[in-house]
């Protein structure tokens, strides 16, 4: 017997649905043997996941507010590998977001109408998160700094910044000895469906968002240039696409919505800024495999965004539970993961046995 | 001791989805000979040397060296079996040094210290057979000859008996190339044997002692050489008369469409690629430009079509300059392209088919309307596109990737032509394509020609050259050895330039 | 405190500090060689580190730490290999799953850990007569052993890289695996060896963190390094000497943190130098044009190699 490895031309979107959701199927099975080996009856911890999440109305709703920065970021990340651009960066475009809503809150908010609060807050959330995404497009550009290790590195550095604003120049006044800065004025605040800690304005805005950059990707000039780079570099430049206007663009929208999550984060949830772990449970790392999940298509990230948040909020729900580690959120992500991109194989590839005469 | 006296491959069927590639070929050799194996691009020669160095089985056949059946599997089996194949690209590291290339994989070296072996070796053929290259140098900094050699000296130290080269001179000017042959004379005398793949009937005049030619998959001939002349070989080889050109409407001269003037360019190592150009191509004309490849043909076209620095000279596009000016600013004022490595450089493989009917010109009013595309206008060119060129694909919302190189090639050109140009620069647009597809697109140059446009056409195929020219300059290091009318000259005559004679300089005796 | 004594204290920190670092380097080293990126140091490193944790702890052996902590090490890097040889998928989203899979694995293992510090830790090595020496003695002579180990396999790393058949047949892999294929080389199994000595390298890196420089398990306690890891096999060019080099001033910029914090610098701009160093780095070769060239990478670094294919 001999196991043969074709090429496959395009087997047509029903197809790639089903090994996509083959995957996800094999990841969850690869879970349930990690709380096996924990000793910890796998059906039941996986149904106790989304029982958590989805089960109820409290988990539905944490859900939804876990999935508003996801799908955010998700949408944008997909942006970005869509044109091969590898911004792994998206947490510390959030903590930009944050740092710069934080301070037109504090600083004009209280002088300032509500909407005109919220609109200058999304600005300069989206500002400080464009520009903190623009740096590693202009390093790899014009110096040809790996993209990968750029944003990396800037995520430390970004939260070197919170932490050093928190315990140093913008410590809050009211906030005894606590890492925090001043609550943002009331006005600035962002108002919640009641017993929940939803923002309707904050729900229309992701949608929009995905819709929008979904629209951007397939059906704008822009977005046909963002898949052109990405899929051959060496067409693009051939074409004449300008690399550095476009990548600087791409990576504009992509740590801009990521700053928009920050501002959602703090307006919607926190109030003051405080320890990058505090306004970011790893939004950024888990938002990649939302975008691979989401087949790097914006508007599917509202799907898998939805999904991922549901295993975050679960993986909560059973952590005080059963007594797991916060990580174990971290080993579902790897694992899915890891399968989704395995099931990528048998999209590209046709594999038959055959009986050797 | 030679391990193979005598090679024969005998009665070999190979074909491919729908081509019979190779159909009861027999071919053989001993030691000693020099086989030319002569045929035209697409006549089953490479394929046929593939089943030998194990890199495709046959469907039926054997293969027997020395009397007895051996099976061939995989290049590993051919290598032991004492069979070296030198592909048309050469297989080196370029950033490793002529040993290192050398010692890879050789397995008599010891494990420390391996090159100080592979050294000696090396020394020692290059006395015996006069494989001189310096063993210190790094591939990349060797001219295409001495990479040759290296290949050469790779296969020598596996053993290798029988030495298959395919196409080995395409790369070499005329004095490296006398060069080669002068090594594999001194094998022969040694008693190895080389099958030379070729399509060229002075070389296989030249070197060989014995030819075998191909036509469609199935053998045309065979002769000692002394026994056959040129026009001989040629009939085999072709078995047709040469169509002598394709008609072409006659037209007056028309005017400048493109001025090249003074034209300096580098290439990526940062030597001087093109030098001193000048070069003027007419509306109704089809403008040729012959030569080895390497030899600045690639730079000359991405420095007029923009995707290449300028180091001085000027451009000129109807009367208007466009020297450094961006890709798309020269797209859009007239000058488009179909480039050479047509899936690396030409289309984007996971795209739609209809997506990549608008590369470069996607920016363009109606294809998008300010920032949209505006995909029904999109599709509706793409059905064009595949209508009027003949272009054979499922439908036009399939991968691009899923085309034939034909088919992939025809929309290219079809992209290119039905943007109306005022210069098509063609390079190598029918390379590596079959008869049918190779006419198709010289035609459409010519249609192109006759309806008012103007086309610089780069090719190392000459027959197509003087089929579809109107004038022919001839590149060698940069610089045009001469301009001739193709009526009025000889394929000797560009031959002789493409070596590096300026025109008229050298009596071809 | 006299200004030597100062230098000489920071001199051997930086050492102890670059170890991890020049371990992960040489091990990233050797699977970029062979064309495959592996994103999943950080990861690998994290595992690496509660493995040798938990085996020194439970066990009393630092060596036996060291040993499991380089198989586990391994044992990961063959995921990557399997994902991005066999089954020839993206390496930079492998080796980012990698990453989150390592670190979530080591959080989950050490949970009951945390907190408890090792009794038992890798004994100090003074290499007689050499570490009486002034200043050099204590600087290189006198530490624990994964010190003196990283510096040998260093050496090995180097020495076989460069003169011997395994090294040509690496490299060419990484450069030109069609050539090497040509020559009869089995490409994919040079590229699985070298992405899983890799892992082990990170693997030992990672123990040295948890019981030799700091003699107990914190989560997330690679704190990048991983990751500097990889901008350090850039600095080094692919070459083990130079990975030497970059270990060692990365570590200073570690010690570095800790010496300048009484002088009255916000420990959080502190903690920033070595992730703004790397950057730093990078941004200095990427300016000259000579640097831009001598960063050519392997070849087919991080591209797929697909057997038969033109």
Redesign the interface.
């Known amino acids: 017997m001999k196991i043969k490895v074709f ?1 496959r ?2 087997a047509g979107g029903p197809f790639n649905a089903l090994v996509l959701l083959l995957s996800l199927l094999a990841g969850l099975v690869a879970v349930g043997v ?1 709380f096996a080996l ?1 000793e910890i009856n796998p059906f039941f911890a996986i149904f106790s996941i989304f029982k958590g999440s989805f089960g109820s109305w409290f988990g539905i709703k944490e859900t939804i507010t876990k999935a508003i920065p996801l799908i955010l970021i998700g949408a944008g990340l997909a942006l970005a590998y869509r044109a091969k651009f ?1 911004n ?1 960066g998206a947490e510390s475009q959030l903590l930009l977001g944050a740092i710069f809503a934080t301070w037109v809150g504090l600083n004009w908010g209280p002088s300032l109408p509500g909407w005109a609060a919220y609109l200058l807050m999304f600005l300069a959330g989206f500002i400080g998160g464009a520009l903190w995404g623009m740096i590693p497009a202009v ?1 790899k550009i ?5 993209e ?3 944003t ?3 995520n ?2 970004a939260a ?2 919170v ?2 604003l928190v ?2 120049p913008w410590k809050g006044e009211t906030k005894y000895g606590y890492p925090y800065t001043d609550d943002l004025p009331d006005q600035a605040i962002l108002w919640l469906f009641p017993y929940s800690r939803v923002s309707p304005l904050l729900v229309v805005l992701t949608v929009f968002v995905a819709l929008f950059l979904c629209y951007l990707v397939f ?7 963002i ?2 780079i990405g ?2 570099a ?2 693009a ?6 690399f550095f206007k476009t990548l600087l663009l791409v990576m504009a929208i992509s740590g801009g919505v990521a700053g928009l999550a920050g501002v959602g984060e703090l307006a919607a949830i926190h109030h003051h800024l405080s320890y990058p772990e505090t306004i970011s449970a790893g939004y950024g ?1 888990t938002a ?1 495999i939302v975008a ?1 999940l989401g087949r790097l298509n914006p508007a599917y990230t509202i799907l898998s965004g939805l999904f991922f948040a549901g295993i975050v909020v679960g993986g909560d729900a059973i952590q005080m539970t059963m007594g ?12 899915i ?2 399968f989704l ?2 099931g ?2 048998f999209v ?2 046709r594999v038959t046995i055959q009986r050797e005469a | 001791m030679r391990s193979i006296e005598q090679l024969e491959m005998r009665g070999i069927h190979k074909s491919f989805v729908g081509v019979q590639a190779n159909r009861d070929v027999n071919l053989s050799i001993g030691a000693g000979d020099i086989l030319g194996l002569l045929g035209e691009n697409g006549a089953g020669k490479t394929t046929l040397m593939n089943i030998l160095y194990g890199l495709y089985r046959p469907d039926e056949g054997e293969i027997f060296v020395n009397g007895e059946e051996v099976v061939i599997r995989n290049p590993r089996d051919s290598m032991r079996a004492g069979i070296g194949m030198i592909h048309q690209h050469f297989m080196l590291v370029q950033k490793h040094t002529v040993l290192e290339n050398v010692g890879l994989g050789y397995e008599k070296a010891p494990f420390f210290f391996p090159l100080r072996e592979v050294r000696k070796r090396i020394e020692a053929e290059a006395d015996r057979l006069g494989l001189h290259v310096d063993p210190d140098k790094q591939i990349w900094e060797l001219s295409a000859g001495e990479q040759q050699r290296v290949e050469i000296l790779k296969a020598l130290l596996h053993d290798a008996d029988l030495l298959i080269m395919d196409e080995p001179t395409s790369v070499l000017t005329p004095q490296e190339a006398d060069g080669l042959f002068d090594i594999l004379r001194a094998m022969s005398r040694e008693g190895h044997s080389v099958i030379l793949i070729s399509h060229k009937l002075e070389e296989i005049k030249a070197i060989c002692n014995r030819v075998l030619v191909l036509r469609k998959g199935t053998v045309t001939g065979e002769a000692q050489i002394e026994d056959v002349t040129m026009a001989d070989l040629a009939r085999m080889m072709v078995g047709r008369e040469i169509a002598d050109s394709y008609p072409k409407a006659d037209l007056p001269e028309g005017e400048a469409v493109l001025e090249v003037r003074n034209l300096n360019v580098q290439s990526d190592q940062a030597v001087p690629a093109v030098q001193d150009l000048n070069l003027t191509v007419r509306r109704n004309e089809i403008f040729g430009i012959a030569g080895v490849s390497g030899n600045g043909q690639r730079e000359l076209v991405e420095a007029i079509s923009g995707l290449r620095h300028v180091e001085s000279g000027a451009v000129h596009l109807n009367g208007e300059k466009i020297t450094n000016r961006t890709a798309r600013t020269i797209n859009d004022s007239g000058l488009t392209h179909v480039p050479e490595e047509r899936i690396k450089f030409g289309i984007v493989p996971n795209l739609f088919l209809y997506e990549n009917a608008v590369l470069k010109k996607h920016h363009r009013n109606p294809f998008s309307i300010r920032m949209r595309m505006n995909y029904p206008r999109v599709k509706k060119h793409a059905e064009t596109l595949v209508h009027d060129f003949n272009v054979d694909a499922a439908s036009i919302g399939v991968p691009m990737k899923n085309l034939s190189g034909g088919n992939i090639q025809k929309m290219i050109l079809g992209r290119e032509i039905s943007a109306e140009p005022d210069l098509l620069i063609a390079a190598h647009p029918t390379y590596g394509l079959d008869v049918g597809a190779a006419e198709y697109i010289r035609k459409q140059l010519i249609e192109r020609r006759d309806t008012g446009g103007s086309v610089l056409l780069v090719s190392e195929d000459l027959e197509e050259l003087f089929q579809v020219c109107d004038r022919i300059a001839v590149m060698y290091e940069g610089r045009f050895m001469g301009i001739v009318p193709p009526a009025a000259t000889t394929i000797e005559q560009v031959g002789l330039m493409m070596a590096g004679c300026p025109a008229g300089e050298c009596d071809e005796d | 405190m006299p200004i030597l004594e100062i230098i000489e204290n920071i001199l051997v920190r930086t050492v102890v500090a670059g170890t991890p670092l020049l371990l992960g380097t040489l091990g990233e080293v050797v699977a970029e060689r062979s064309g495959i990126l592996n994103l999943g140091v950080e990861g690998m490193m994290s595992v690496g580190a509660v493995t040798g944790f938990i085996v020194t702890f439970t066990t009393g052996n630092p060596w036996l730490g060291l040993l499991v902590a380089t198989l586990i090490g391994a044992a990961f890097s063959v995921l990557h290999a399997f994902i991005t040889i066999s089954l020839r998928a993206n390496q930079v989203v492998s080796g980012l799953a990698l990453t989150m899979l390592g670190l979530g694995v080591s959080g989950l293992w050490g949970k009951p850990y945390i907190g408890r510090p090792l009794t038992t830790k890798m004994a100090e090595i003074r290499i007689p007569v050499l570490s009486e020496i002034p200043v050099l003695g204590r600087v290189l002579f006198s530490h624990d052993p994964y010190v003196y180990l990283s510096i040998v396999l260093g050496i090995v790393v180097w020495f076989l890289l460069r003169y011997s058949k395994l090294g040509i047949t690496l490299r060419s892999v990484g450069e030109n695996p069609r050539a090497a294929e040509t020559q009869g080389i089995n490409v994919n199994l040079v590229k699985y060896i070298a992405v899983v000595v890799g892992g082990a390298f990170a693997g030992m890196a990672g123990a040295h963190l948890s019981t030799a420089y700091s003699k107990s398990w914190i989560e997330g306690m690679t704190s990048g390094r991983g990751w500097i890891v990889i901008a350090l096999t850039i600095f080094a060019l692919w070459e083990p000497s130079r990975a030497f080099l970059g270990a060692y001033v990365f570590g200073c910029i570690f010690v570095l943190q800790y010496v300048l914090q009484p002088l009255g610098i916000s420990p959080n701009i502190l903690a920033m130098m070595p992730y703004l160093a790397t950057l730093g780095v990078l941004f200095v070769y990427g300016l000259s044009s000579a640097g831009k060239r001598r960063m050519s990478a392997p070849a087919m670094l991080g591209e797929p190699y697909i057997r038969g294919s033109r």
Do not use: C
């Not at chain 1, 014009?142 to 790996?146: A, L, P, V």
């Not at chain 1, 430049?237 to 300008?242: C, N, V």
């Open positions: 090429p031309e395009y990690v924990k590898w792994i390093l014009h110096f040809g700094i790996n990968v290790i750029s990396l590195m800037l430390y550095i070197e910044i932490k050093f315990v140093g059906r704008s000039r822009f977005g046909y240039e898949r052109v899929e051959n060496e067409a430049r051939y074409a004449g696409i300008d790392f990649i691979w797991l580690p916060a990580a174990t959120v971290q080993v579902f992500n790897g694992l993961l890891t991109i395995m990528d194989f590209h590839h």
